[in-house]
């Protein structure tokens, strides 16, 4: 149970941020409106999301896939638009379609033909889905290397059940957020090229965090994923 303590924290917290991110997005001389908050509530009970749900947050984004189809059989009742922005297994595929509006971790030709045909199979809706590109990174496997992003795109764009609208960006949790920003400029200019080449409009950038939402923004990030700045530090059991 939180206590009313808790959840007016995650309430004032949440206010608070989406006032970062105008200030962010003006600062920028963008429309606060062109950036979109996802909650990230991986590790959080039901009743953190029931409070940001409470305090008008309705994109929401879950990691892990048992603890998010949990949750969202436990708030079947509210309209919330849910985001899978965990490492996606093949083998997990199949619990995701009709559940997620965005699949923000499409990273590899296999996973996206999985996605496909578990899609085809459920008679499940089109999918939203990003690329995750990885830059800046030596060593961890999560997202496509740049070399191979456009031949990913490509192969994607043939997968009738997958709509491609942008790409994604974990950064290097060792950089600080003024090193990360010639990475958040670098997917921009990713994204830009992609579009001239599938003659396509990407419009999504999933980049920026608690840390770096500010530098993410003022690249041009559409979608910020913010967890700790609004439930607080993540518990490491539910
Ligand atoms: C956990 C997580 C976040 C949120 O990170 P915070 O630093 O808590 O804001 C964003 N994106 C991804 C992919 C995550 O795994």
Known sequence: MLSEQEISGIQTRLVETREDIADAAKKAGRDPKDVTLIAVSKFHPVEALGAAYAAGQRHFGENYIQEALDKQDQLSDLPITWH???????????????????VHTIDSGKLA?????RIIAAEAP????????????????????EADLSQLAEELMTLDSLRVRGLMLL????????????????????????????????????????????????????IVRIGTRIFGPRPTKL
């Open 84 to 102: 899978f922005i965990g490492k996606l297994q093949s083998n997990k595929a199949k619990f995701i379609p009709g559940r997620f509006s965005m």
């Open 113 to 117: 033909h999985t996605l496909h045909k």
């Open 126 to 145: 089109v999918q939203d889905v990003l690329i995750e590109v990885n830059l800046g990174r030596e060593t961890q496997k999560a997202g496509i290397e």
């Open 171 to 222: 950064p290097p949790f060792t950089l600080t957020a003024e090193q990360r920003r010639p990475l958040f400029s670098r997917l921009r200019e990713l994204r830009d090229m992609l579009e001239t080449r599938l003659g396509q409009k990407l419009p999504v950038l999933s980049m920026g965090m608690t840390d770096d939402f500010h530098e993410a923004i003022a690249e041009g990030a559409s």
